[in-house]
């Protein structure tokens, strides 16, 4: 039997998630189009001024702070359900975010050989200001720039896009004549589109991690003395 949501009275946030995880197969629409369902998803609240576009559009832009929608890799105007984010949340509607990329991007700061022996961390999400947010920022052993993207599961080629988005912008504003810039995806499914798109730029590797867990009956070092 299918699902009924109460669309109605449903939380803007839940709303703005339901519509582009049920009604959009790319989970991707314009600022217009999101904003169109959600007023007429909810004439009450048109009628009783909760529902203005400029109070929507404050919303969104609310939501991308949140990281619970992303327009990285998107035309003007255009937002994604980010990767992660998983169905309601708790009983106030919040939204719940898978943290393994964010444990991911920190670990690799932490240990950049990890990626490639002589990486120096030069920044981790380094904001450019006006060209995205970048993961993780390092200088290899030749002095030159490191843009590293990383995505939880399978990487959409979108990413390509996006890397090169960043890459471009750190070869005009940060690096020297004499400083190359070169970009790394790392994801732990292959995807065979992403693979193509990769394959035809000597400058962006892929990369994939693996995450374990381990089950002891004592840690390591055990913090308690006899």
Do not use: C
Not at 216 to 221: A, F, G, H, Y
């Amino acid at each position: 039997m299918m699902e009924m949501f109460d669309l109605e009275n449903m939380r803007g946030g839940d709303l703005i998630e339901y519509y582009l995880k049920n009604e959009k197969k790319d989970h991707t629409a314009h600022r217009d189009e999101i904003i169109e369902f959600v007023r007429s998803s909810q004439p009450e609240h048109v009628k009783n001024g909760y529902r203005t576009r400029t109070g929507l559009t404050s919303y969104l832009s609310k939501l991308k702070n949140k990281e619970i929608l992303s327009t990285d890799g998107l035309e003007n105007g255009y937002y994604v359900l980010a990767e992660g984010v998983v169905g309601n949340g708790g009983k106030d509607g919040s939204f719940n975010q898978v943290s393994l990329e964010k444990d991911l991007i920190n670990y690799l700061a932490s240990d950049p050989s990890q990626i490639e022996n002589g990486l120096e961390l030069r920044e981790k999400e380094y904001d450019t200001k006006n060209a995205g947010r970048i993961d993780l920022l390092y200088t290899d052993k030749n002095g030159n720039f490191v843009v590293v993207e990383t995505k939880k599961g399978k990487g959409s080629d979108r990413v390509v896009g996006q890397i090169q988005r960043y890459m471009g912008w750190i070869n005009r504003n940060l690096a020297k004549k004499d400083e190359n810039v070169r970009g790394i995806i790392i994801v732990n499914e292959f995807d065979e589109w992403l693979d193509y798109a990769v394959s035809v730029n000597d400058n962006i590797q892929l990369k994939y991690y693996e995450v374990k867990f381990v089950v002891k009956d004592t840690l390591s070092e055990n913090p308690v003395s006899e």
